[in-house]
């Protein structure tokens, strides 16, 4: 259990602590401990400099530098803030990716079987649809405010609400970019989560604004307005509390500018790594530095674990595959190239589900890369998820393993393949061997307790290292990704190494100073160091195999 690991090494009590990890209950603790987490969507490891992002690296520098942090695969928003809300892996918490097939008809997306996930309305009817069965435990949030504690998310949509979607009926304080306002960014029912008209008020005054700007390139706008609700007035309310406090910050950048900035147009240098995303980077340690500093304005640093993650590293885009001399070839692989190629492998039709089932014609690809592949919508012979650098598949109906296997023989000849992740039951199905070459999906913790429909197969593009380039190696990464973006802009969700090494590091009165922890951690391991560090109790699933 990487728990173990990440409570011998890096936490002060490592003797007090020890035989709780091996089962039996923490010391009470002496004295109030709160907890901020603050996750900077999308920061690389080696992005972080003292000139780019001074606290970042003063709290790397000076608390514990987890040097061998991972996100959890396929390295997506969503996918990882289930596992930084509750703990578990994907199998578990169903929540597999940005982009899913949920084999019924979302009502918030006019009926639609593939949906984006970062969305109030829609995580909500999720909830309500699977109950139990999406996200599938108490996260911490909810666990530290059943513990009496007071809690708050503050952040980007989608993943702000994953950390207590309890908080979507009320029952919490969420904070996101839909707040104060009924129509969310596609023109639909926001979904917003009611917030209290006190704070509400308090807000306002703070901020001169009772909801935030739209998301911008850097997002300093929106930001500001966020770290100003959390810094003037959350909390100092949640501050007042008698058992102390939560607080989740998930900060837009440097993701959302790594994705839209365009430094380097149809380049691969320097991509991801120019001025834009630097100035994003900086943005995010900002509201880093605001919350610290007001720890120390409130007297609540001495009593205040701050826990810093990223949810997933990131690239830079290439739309094809390096040639023999390792240049690039020239842009070839459109948004939605891989539901274009299983239809044509299938000899069947290519459906638009994100405008309403349309059938495309030849020359046509799909408005946001997913396809439905089949002769009827309804029933489909397979549905493509396109989320960037992986693409997820299922293959529904009887004819389900000889369609996977079909399209498995394809992709094993495709230069843009980078790792392909097979479900248990496809492999266990039948011969094992119609899929070699592929790995298990158990391996990668996608199989679990959770009832969210499975993908039968995920494809993991390539990533390669860009011609020319002098910085870190994994800040040299490409990657082909499955996007309506292009050349030179960034993307994550691949199995590169690039994708999977997240900033991560932490600092305050229960971690150890000046430490560099060499053993592998993960966004899985921050909900229960925190919770043992809170004396709370998170209730988990039954972890059988259920292949």
Known sequence: MKLVRLALTALIGAAVMAPACAGSKPAPAKHKRNVIVFVADGLRYDSVTEKNAPTLWRVRQEGVDFQNSHA????????????????????????????????????????????????????HELKNHFGGDYLGSQTLLQAAHAHGMRTAAVGKLGPAAIQDLSALDGKSILIDDVTGSDVGPTGSASGA?????????DILAATGS???????????????????????????????????????????????TQHAQQDSPDSLSPGINGATSNAAITNADSCLKALLDTLDALDLAQTTDVFVTADHGFSTIAKS???????????????????????????????????????????????????????????????????????LLWFPGADGRAHA???????MMQPYVGGIFINDRLLNAGNA???????????????????????SMIVGFRSYAVPGCSL??????????????????????????????????????????HFVDPAPVGNADIAPTVEFLLGLKQGKPDRKSVV
């Open 210 to 256: 009772a909801q935030p700007p739209a998301p911008a390139t850097p997002n300093v706008a929106q930001q500001t307005w966020l770290k100003t609700a959390a810094t003037k007035v959350l909390l100092p309310y949640l501050k007042s509390g008698k058992r102390g406090f939560v607080l989740l910050f998930w900060s837009r950048d440097p993701d959302a």
């Open 72 to 123: 959890v695969y396929p390295t997506l928003t969503t996918a990882n803030a289930s596992a930084i809300a509750t703990g578990l892996l994907l199998g578990d918490t169903g929540d597999y990716a940005n982009t899913l097939y949920t084999a019924y008809p979302v009502a918030v997306r006019h009926g639609a079987v593939v949906t984006f996930l970062e969305d109030d309305a829609i995580l």
């Open 193 to 201: 989560a009611p917030v209290d008209k006190a704070l509400a008020a």
């Open 472 to 513: 870190a190696a994994l800040l040299c990464t490409a990657e082909i990704a499955d996007t309506n973006l292009v050349n030179g802009q960034g993307m994550h969700g691949s199995f590169s190494r690039a994708d999977t090494r997240n900033f991560m590091a932490a600092i305050g009165p229960d971690f150890q100073t």
């Open 321 to 391: 595959e390096p040639g023999p001399d390792g240049n690039p070839l020239p842009p070839h692989l459109p948004a939605g190239f891989l539901a274009l190629s299983v239809a044509n492998w299938l000899g069947m039709g290519l459906f638009d589900p994100d405008v309403g089932n349309v059938q495309l014609d030849p020359g046509e690809h799909p408005t946001r890369g997913d396809g439905i592949v089949g002769t009827d919508p309804t029933t489909p012979a397979a549905v493509i998820a396109a989320n960037g650098g992986s693409d």
């Open 405 to 411: 296997k079909s399209v498995f023989d394809q992709l």
């Open 433 to 455: 061997a119609d899929f070699a070459g592929a790995l298990p999906m158990s391996d990668i913790g996608v199989i679990g307790t959770s009832h969210v429909p499975e993908p």
